[in-house]
């Protein structure tokens, strides 16, 4: 069974940083995308960044966020600072995990639980 925990959330007064991190665990063969991706009360979830070989990001937290993985121990984390109160959201981890080491397996799309970031004005 694959498990996806992510931990670092809390609150935080604008112009903070925080960093979150997230662990993929159980029996898989190999990991390929992961990303964070947010959702704010009344709003849609959308992704804020994500890694393969590269890193992408969403407008709206480009040059205030990285994003980086350390493959060996399957985690990513999001260091995300100059925090503003529209950064505040659920935050949750995707991971695109292969189970199988066979030719051709497919990748499956693991979710989190969430962690909340919460930044006051």
């Known amino acids: 069974q694959v498990q996806v925990v992510e931990s670092g959330g809390g609150l935080v007064q604008a112009g903070g940083s925080l960093r979150l991190s997230c662990a993929a665990s159980?029996?898989?063969?190999?990991?390929?995308?992961m990303g964070w991706y947010r959702q704010a009360p009344g709003k849609q979830r959308e992704l804020v960044a994500g890694?393969?070989?590269?890193?992408n990001y969403a407008d709206s937290v480009k040059g205030r966020s990285t994003i980086s993985r350390d493959n060996a121990k399957n985690t990513v984390y999001l260091q995300m600072n100059s925090l503003k109160p529209e950064d505040t959201a659920v935050y949750y981890c995707?991971?695109?995990?292969?189970?199988?080491?066979?030719?051709?397996?497919?990748?499956?799309?693991?979710w989190g639980q969430g962690t909340q970031v919460t930044v006051s004005s």
């Open positions: 159980g029996s898989f063969f190999s990991i390929n995308g």
């Open positions: 890694i393969t070989s590269g890193a």
């Open positions: 995707n991971a695109d995990i292969v189970l199988r080491s066979h030719w051709g397996a497919p990748q499956f799309s693991y």
